[in-house]
């Protein structure tokens, strides 16, 4: 072997070793955070690569585990280098070297294809499941089905079924379909309360899990401001986010739409024409600000935004001289200072507003400024501390502005802080406080109304009052039977709907289905031999429509139909 096809070969081992204990340490890192191998959302990362690189650079000594990753890829190269390189031949024939590649590509293949994921789902335990997988491949198998054919994947009904059901699920004794509509869910929605015209604030809080709030049984104190705030508002406290990433959240809250697996319609190719919440308060001649304090291209929050009814976007380039910048953008305390004065421009040219705030302070790294709260330490409850500084602050900045009187805040976790746990599906990590605050109560009441936070469209416009047009499959949360409340969710590739009698029912990849109980006070799965048929039918016929709909382009009201009060089973 001469010395330049040596060097070359010893170079490649070199990288190969470096290479697999990177993908080694960032399985782990992933891990760490999503407690979960390699999936959907380690693929979706890779196209925001200064994002996710600066927030695991802040998060962690990157620096000194570059150096151990190197420092291990140089000793197992000079501990391996000679047992290998002694086993390869001189020279080997081209057919030889093609023969080898060839077996090596058709063994894989075949286990790729002999080898389902369902293969590591054998104990009850979600944990132990994820540790039998492996990362590469779950890695490749979520890269692969990103974008799949829900009715390739889950069990499905007739088109006409999942039709009526759907209906039956968002239907009211106030609310008329729509005749030949393109839109079966298109109805008119009478609320049965005179219409207010009074400005909406709805700020997303990152990561505000129920578990970080006083209000709702925590004892460590992380939420003061919010609890005083509840001491004024209506606590929901029984709500849960329809994901686990705030492009779900953001899904749910503008456009009332069921999540469809894998990936947020914010980053799919059908979303420049889909009816948002934005586009019913336009027709009252609202503004629309959506504010964030990271980057709007950031899972296409941007371009949905302002092509789906926002007229006003500000994102971290607009903050002229912010307090603070971390990887994820500025800090909460700069975006709600922006947006409060954006807010006090609207009210000066008379016109109601609706806002749409994100913050993105509590998030790892969980850095933010120095001053605010006792510590500076960097941790998860310090990071909820400060967002709930936050929180106050902004409230006590508004509460000074002319518009405060005439204008119902909602403050609510967009998902919760990803602590899972053993569970198939866990459902606690799930449940969000959601807290609002409206001029028209003074006095401190809570709601124990089953629901997710596709209702929370539905039940914006149930507190403003009048008539609206709607295709929304969100629900009013302060106008339906407490025994009727449900909550659909989504994790990873399994759809979910919990219904107020803690039962569980669960499509998963594969045309699988499962049913449990859940335990109210711990959140824990029972297994059911028996399923739950109508909710798992209510389930995949709801996932069903709103997919059809979605690659339809048929997400709008059709402008050319006809008020019937009967419904149609035009699809």
Known sequence: MGRASRFCLEFQWLAGYGLLLSIILAEWLFFDEFRTRFNYIAFEYLVYPAEVCCNIWESYQTGKIITVVVLLGVVLYAVLRERYLQRIPDSMPASRRWSIVAVTFCVTLALWFTTPMTASQVTRSRTANECACNGIYSFVYYAWTCRFDFEEFYKTTSDADAVVRSRAAVESTDSSFIENSQHPLDRIVTT???????????????????????ALGDTRGLSPEFDKLC????????WYATGNRTARALEAVTTAMPPLPTESILKRDHSTNVFTLAHV?????????????GRGMFDGVKSFMTANGFNHFVE????????????WGVSDEDM???????????????KP????????????????????????EQSRENAVRYSDWAIGDFFKRVREKEFYKNTIFIVMG???????????????????????????????SQCSTLASSLDIAPTIMGMLGGSYRSVFFGRDALAIDPKDG???????????????????????????????????????LTPKKELYKEDAANLMSIFQTANRLYYGDACHPDSTSRLTSAPSDNF
């Open 281 to 293: 308060l336009a027709e009252r001649g609202y503004e629309r600000l959506f504010a964030t304090g």
């Open 486 to 524: 449900y909550a659909i969710m989504q994790h990873n590739h399994e759809i979910a709907m919990l219904n107020a009698e803690n039962h569980l029912t669960i499509l998963s990849s594969q045309k699988r289905t499962f049913s449990f109980d859940v335990n109210p006070t711990t959140a824990e």
């Open 336 to 350: 709600f200072h922006r947006a409060a004065e954006e807010l006090d421009k609207f009210h000066h040219k008379g």
């Open 414 to 444: 967009d998902h919760g802080a990803r602590v899972y746990g053993s569970q198939l599906f866990p459902v606690r990590s799930y449940r969000v406080p959601v807290l609002v605050i409206d001029p028209a109560q003074s006095s401190a």
């Open 231 to 238: 001491e004024q508002g209506l606590l929901f406290n029984n």
């Open 192 to 214: 049965g309360r005179p219409q207010r015209d009074v400005n909406v604030v709805l700020i997303l809080e990152e990561s505000l899990g129920s578990d970080f709030i006083g």
């Open 353 to 376: 507003f609706f806002a749409t705030l994100l913050t993105v302070s509590n998030h790892r790294p969980f850095t933010y400024p120095a001053g605010r709260i006792d510590s500076d």
């Open 316 to 327: 971290q380039a607009d903050y002229l001289d912010p307090v603070f910048v971390n990887a």
